[in-house]
């Protein structure tokens, strides 16, 4: 099951015990990544950089100060934050061999409290996608695709043919950090979330993919996708775990003025026993067109563990959740539409060798360096908000986002706690098939259960639950009040302690010994 | 209704990104359908959203003290053209190809 306080009891625990030094874990990683190179989830790996940083957190322990929890762990980050002297890409053509001058904020931090940068994770391009598979450096493959659990459950062609061919997705767009995490090469990994980009692949990889409050860890750095919208996402592996990261990424940053200056006090989370006094909400309309039996099953399991329990457990009502992904589709391209416009060529970046004019340079730059999906977004965008279109689209659209947040408010006053939600409408897709449809098509599909709390700015988890039918990783939704990651999380690793989600079953991360991390669990949810 | 060739040169023009293909119109069709969505939702007497956090007004102006600078090095180092200071553009104020060029080759495709 999930390492259940895993980085402050255990890992923490063990390299201040001495049991394994911040050197031997970042080689570890390194050569698990190595050996897991067919799965694609990294585009660049810091080696030198990461195993200097490890040497220098090694002496810290010696010292006997190290900065805290996090001082030692490896951790990777998606490539669309800007990380100082390493290539930061966006998986796109039109930022290869672009090296950050500077640290995004969260990276900064991170490095502070001692965290080894280990790499950066593969994505659908700029962000744009639910299957990372939209990125210049390919599709990134989702680690369950090799493991026991699905092998056994697939109905085996060939053999050589079966593994190439059978592989699914891990869902987008970080999926990269997602499977790193998934496949232990590192502790934990920073996505970003816009319209689930973090949750969908958590789910997909059986792993907790927590979407913080808008407001409350910065964004600078983080290459903007809609900036209305967008936050950086934590992928752990349990749920105390996100607490930790979360407790050294939030707060007020002076370098965004999009983040609120309350203080914010790291917690830790309590054991909860007692779930009586807790109401949690089941929204009917996310029993969404194209659910599949088997998470609608587990959604309701999960809702009668709680009601079992004792908490109060009601039905409620988000009106306006159908709207959600058209009003994304809108806000969203809008936003894009001004935020590539930045992508010329002058200052960073591709630059196409047409020379004729300023325009012929910038439009040929663009062509080149942008691929269809970011192309069609900035075109359909540029159309909302055109003279004649502004009113009727983006204008329009806000006004429903207002409808949406304004759902979230009265059912949070009619004094529900937490929803429960499915995060994705089924389990992981195999590749040939989600490749089938255009990424539009499947983003509007994907996003439909993640999307309205990016469009209402609150925090949202999600916890994987169960193995599927087919054996890979199904995850539910949790999402909460405002600013209320505590009560949130609280309930979410109380959920997480109920279901028990088994450890994946990976040949190589057998034979690279991680057994003082990891314990079988005998009952699981499913 | 379909989108004018006026207006896809028009986007063209001021996204400075081309549709390249049929196909690339079509997904514009496809997405405006889309969109059109929206209207179903009665939005009378609803005011626009421009942030989640309008309640919690944190967009201040803060001293106008210069805490950061002087990096110009770091921001040259990723142009490609440049010379001393100065970041090299090609020739500007001349325009794109006409619209007649451009509706020859939608047409075509």
Same mark, same amino acid.
């Given at each position: 099951?999930?390492?259940?306080?895993?980085?402050?009891? &255990?890992?923490?625990? #063990?390299?201040?015990?001495?049991?394994?030094?911040?050197?031997?874990?970042?080689?570890?990683?390194?050569?698990?990544?190595?050996?897991?190179?067919?799965?694609?989830?990294?585009?660049?790996?810091?080696?030198?950089?990461?195993?200097?940083?490890? $040497?220098?957190?090694?002496?810290?322990?010696?010292?006997?100060?190290?900065?805290?929890?996090?001082?030692?762990?490896?951790?990777?980050?998606?490539?669309?934050?800007?990380?100082?002297?390493?290539?930061?890409?966006?998986?796109?053509?039109?930022?290869?061999?672009?090296?950050?001058?500077?640290?995004?904020?969260?990276?900064?931090?991170?490095?502070?409290?001692?965290?080894?940068?280990?790499?950066?994770?593969?994505?659908?391009?700029?962000?744009?996608?639910?299957?990372?598979?939209?990125?210049?450096?390919?599709?990134?493959?989702?680690?369950?695709?090799?493991?026991?659990?699905?092998?056994?459950?697939? =109905?085996?062609?060939?053999?050589?043919?079966?593994?190439?061919? %059978?592989?699914?997705?891990?869902?987008?767009?970080?999926?990269?950090?997602? #499977?790193?995490?998934?496949?232990?090469?590192?502790?934990?990994?920073?996505?970003?979330?816009?319209?689930?980009?973090?949750? /969908?692949?958590?789910?997909?990889?059986?792993?907790?993919?927590?979407?913080?409050?808008?407001?409350?860890?910065?964004?600078?750095?983080?290459?903007?996708?809609?900036? *209305?919208?967008?936050?950086?996402?934590?992928?752990?592996?349990?749920?105390?775990?996100?607490?930790?990261?979360?407790?050294?990424?939030?707060?007020?940053?002076?370098?965004?003025?999009?983040?609120?200056?309350?203080?914010?006090?790291?917690?830790?989370?309590?054991?909860?026993?007692?779930?009586?006094?807790? *109401?949690?909400?089941?929204?009917?309309?996310?029993?969404?067109?194209?659910?599949?039996?088997?998470?609608?099953?587990?959604?309701?399991?999960? #809702?009668?563990?709680?009601?079992?329990?004792?908490?109060? =457990?009601?039905?409620?009502?988000?009106?306006?959740? !159908?709207?959600?992904?058209?009003?994304?589709?809108?806000?969203?391209?809008?936003?894009?539409?001004?935020?590539?416009?930045?992508?010329?060529?002058?200052?960073?970046?591709?630059?196409?060798?047409?020379?004729?004019?300023?325009?012929?340079?910038?439009?040929?730059?663009?062509?080149?360096?942008? %691929?269809?999906?970011?192309?069609?977004?900035?075109?359909?965008?540029?159309?909302?908000?055109?003279? +004649?279109?502004?009113?009727?689209?983006?204008?329009?659209?806000?006004?429903?986002?207002?409808?949406?947040?304004?759902?979230?408010?009265?059912?949070?006053?009619?004094? =529900?706690?937490?929803?429960?939600?499915?995060?994705?409408?089924?389990?992981?897709?195999?590749?040939?098939?989600?490749? &089938? $449809?255009? /990424?539009?098509?499947?983003?509007?599909?994907?996003?439909?259960?993640?999307?309205?709390? /990016?469009?209402?700015?609150?925090? #949202?988890?999600?916890?994987?639950?169960?193995?599927?039918?087919?054996?890979?990783?199904?995850?539910?939704?949790?999402?909460? !009040?405002?600013?209320?990651?505590? &009560?949130?999380?609280?309930?979410?690793?109380?959920?997480?302690?109920?279901? &028990?989600?088994?450890?994946? +079953?990976?040949?190589?991360?057998?034979?690279?010994?991680?057994?003082?991390?990891?314990?079988?669990?005998?009952?699981?949810?499913? | 209704?379909?989108?004018?060739?006026?207006?896809?040169?028009?986007?063209?023009?001021?996204?400075?990104?081309?549709?390249?293909?049929?196909?690339?119109?079509?997904?514009?069709?496809?997405?405006?359908?889309?969109?059109?969505?929206?209207?179903?939702?009665?939005?009378?007497?609803?005011?626009?959203?421009?942030?989640?956090? $309008?309640?919690?007004?944190?967009?201040?102006?803060?001293?106008?003290?210069?805490?950061?600078?002087?990096?110009?090095?770091?921001?040259?180092?990723?142009?490609?053209?440049?010379?001393?200071?100065?970041?090299?553009?090609?020739?500007?104020?001349?325009?794109?190809?006409?619209?007649?060029?451009? $509706?020859?080759?939608?047409?075509?495709?």
């Amino acid at each position: 099951a999930a390492l259940k306080d895993g980085l402050r009891s &255990q890992v923490s625990a #063990a390299l201040k015990e001495g049991r394994v030094t911040p050197t031997e874990l970042c080689q570890r990683c390194l050569a698990l990544i190595k050996s897991t190179k067919f799965l694609n989830a990294y585009i660049t790996v810091a080696e030198e950089t990461a195993l200097k940083q490890a $040497e220098e957190s090694e002496e810290r322990y010696k010292r006997g100060q190290p900065l805290g929890i996090l001082d030692g762990i490896p951790v990777a980050v998606k490539d669309n934050f800007n990380t100082a002297g390493i290539e930061t890409t966006c998986a796109s053509n039109m930022l290869k061999g672009y090296i950050s001058p500077y640290n995004a904020t969260v990276v900064q931090k991170l490095l502070d409290h001692g965290a080894v940068l280990l790499g950066k994770t593969n994505l659908d391009e700029f962000a744009m996608g639910s299957g990372s598979t939209d990125g210049v450096f390919g599709p990134v493959r989702n680690p369950w695709s090799y493991s026991k659990q699905y092998k056994e459950k697939s =109905v085996p062609k060939s053999h050589s043919e079966d593994e190439e061919s %059978n592989w699914v997705i891990t869902g987008g767009s970080s999926g990269g950090s997602a #499977a790193a995490v998934s496949s232990f090469t590192c502790f934990a990994a920073l996505g970003s979330d816009t319209g689930g980009s973090t949750r /969908n692949p958590a789910a997909h990889c059986g792993v907790v993919g927590l979407k913080p409050t808008y407001g409350l860890i910065s964004r600078h750095g983080l290459i903007p996708l809609v900036n *209305s919208m967008d936050v950086p996402g934590i992928l752990t592996r349990c749920v105390d775990d996100a607490a930790v990261l979360l407790g050294s990424l939030a707060g007020h940053d002076p370098k965004d003025s999009t983040t609120i200056q309350d203080d914010f006090k790291p917690f830790e989370l309590p054991n909860l026993t007692d779930v009586s006094k807790l *109401s949690i909400g089941i929204p009917k309309e996310y029993h969404a067109p194209g659910l599949s039996s088997e998470i609608l099953a587990l959604w309701s399991k999960a #809702a009668d563990l709680f009601k079992n329990a004792g908490a109060k =457990v009601v039905e409620v009502s988000l009106p306006h959740t !159908r709207y959600s992904i058209v009003c994304y589709h809108v806000l969203c391209t809008a936003e894009v539409a001004s935020n590539m416009a930045r992508f010329d060529g002058l200052e960073y970046g591709h630059r196409s060798d047409v020379k004729d004019s300023t325009e012929s340079m910038y439009a040929a730059t663009r062509r080149e360096g942008f %691929n269809d999906v970011v192309r069609g977004r900035i075109l359909s965008g540029n159309y909302f908000l055109l003279k +004649q279109n502004y009113e009727k689209y983006f204008v329009k659209a806000q006004k429903v986002r207002r409808l949406i947040a304004n759902d979230f408010e009265k059912v949070f006053r009619s004094g =529900v706690d937490v929803l429960l939600t499915p995060t994705t409408l089924s389990d992981a897709a195999p590749y040939t098939e989600f490749i &089938q $449809e255009d /990424n539009r098509t499947r983003s509007a599909q994907d996003d439909i259960l993640t999307q309205a709390a /990016n469009m209402a700015g609150l925090p #949202a988890i999600n916890v994987p639950t169960a193995l599927s039918e087919r054996g890979l990783p199904v995850g539910l939704q949790f999402i909460g !009040r405002s600013f209320q990651e505590k &009560q949130l999380l609280t309930v979410a690793k109380w959920f997480e302690k109920q279901v &028990q989600f088994p450890v994946i +079953q990976l040949e190589e991360v057998k034979r690279h010994d991680y057994g003082v991390f990891q314990h079988q669990k005998s009952a699981s949810f499913s | 209704q379909k989108v004018s060739v006026e207006v896809l040169a028009h986007l063209e023009h001021l996204a400075l990104v081309d549709f390249r293909d049929a196909e690339g119109v079509e997904r514009l069709q496809k997405a405006i359908q889309f969109a059109d969505q929206l209207h179903e939702v009665n939005t009378v007497g609803v005011e626009p959203m421009d942030s989640v956090l $309008e309640d919690r007004w944190c967009l201040y102006l803060r001293e106008d003290d210069v805490t950061e600078g002087n990096c110009t090095k770091e921001l040259l180092e990723n142009a490609r053209e440049k010379v001393e200071e100065y970041f090299v553009a090609p020739p500007g104020n001349i325009p794109l190809p006409k619209l007649e060029e451009q $509706e020859a080759f939608l047409q075509g495709s």
